[in-house]
DNA sequence: CAACCGGCTGAGAATCGTTGTCAACTTCAG
DNA sequence: CTGAAGTTGACAACGATTCTCAGCCGGTTG
């Protein structure tokens, strides 16, 4: 079996993508991440600062979810295990989550139904200490 | 307090709307409610379609999700308080599920944490029998 | 029953995040 | 150093949803 997958080059954006990524510990969008490289001085164009982004979900990388108004958010986790998140709504902040009672819970409830290749998404959203007080 | 809201005229459209989605059990999206209206010869404009789901959302008379790519699908749950769905992702077909350890769960770990005004998603993704059948 | 006020409708334009295009450019194996 | 092939970026294209606004119609009044 020969997946072929096409060889990849390290290029100065991809580069640039990875460490502003690095540079946060918050859920950013691929439009603030394009204004966060263009304001340092280290210019990516738009288009491929999500071609780098999805290439880094795809490689599990990065983990992604999208805000109540469909604009995707993306995050370099330290762990690249299956977790969820708590996002402040505000600014991004983030807690990664372990829910192993959650995870037994939905694989359960998707069997008693008869439905396969159960998948599900858990996320919780709030309002962190700091933004609260600000 | 007046909260003066705005008169409520019942149309032929917004009978439209609601009839379609108490003909269904399923989750469906705007275009697709929009096309059995259309076919039905009852035809409604999308813009009101859109519309109307939206009021109804808003007046807790319908859930809405969004699915992996960013499209809104609606279903007039049986239940009208909180609960979860594991919806097929090919034909949407449902299941409201109730989650009490997930409540619960998600309300401490947002605590925990210092965050307030907790929120969660929480859904469940499969393949029905008859899908995976087909 | 007719007149009216104001909410409602719909065709089409406008949004907006994201993806597709494609010629010019850069990486890197040989 | 060279050439083949992966990359880039400005800009067009997309697709779901929202906005506009002139014309329409529900329902209340007299
Ligand atoms: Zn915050
Ligand atoms: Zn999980
Ligand atoms: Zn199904
Ligand atoms: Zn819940």
Redesign the pocket.
Known sequence: MSTSS?????????AAVADALEGTDEFR???QLHETLRTRGD??????V???L?ALVDGGEVDVLRTED???LYRRCARREHHHHLVCRRCGRTVEIDGPTVEAWAAMVGAEHGFGEIEHTVELWGTCRDCREA
């Not at 096409?6 to 991809?14: H, L, S, W």
């Open positions: 096409a060889p990849v080059r390290m290029t100065r954006q991809r969008s691929a439009q210019a990516v164009g738009l288009a491929t999500y071609r780098t999805q469909g604009e995707s």
